[in-house]
């Protein structure tokens, strides 16, 4: 069994996001949702250095109206499926937000 490294935040209030990142895209969108829930994320930032991960934060924060102090990635920081904690969004709202911002 692997171990994996998870942060945890302070028990704030908020909500979490399952994500499918794909680094190098030609745009940063959210590109839809999948069966199970999980947003599928592009970001055009390449995965070195964590550039990738930094574009999803700044997109998120983006699209959620949000600090992005409040969006911590708690597990999957290497690789490209990640779950991701917001603080101060509850998951009706977080859920309405993510689906405006849908691509068509």
């Known amino acids: 069994m692997t171990s994996r490294n998870y942060n945890l935040h302070d028990g704030k209030v908020g909500s979490a996001l399952t994500i499918r990142l794909t680094p190098k895209a030609s745009r940063n969108a959210v590109s839809g949702i999948a ?47 990640k779950i991701v904690s917001i603080v101060g969004l509850d998951a009706v709202t977080l859920t309405k937000l993510v689906r405006a911002h849908l691509e068509e």
């Open 35 to 81: 069966e199970d829930g999980t947003v599928k994320i592009h970001v055009t930032a390449s995965p070195d250095g964590g550039g990738d991960n930094k574009a999803l934060i700044q997109l998120l924060a983006k699209i959620l109206d949000i600090p992005t102090a409040n969006i911590a990635i708690i597990a999957g920081e290497s690789g490209r499926d």
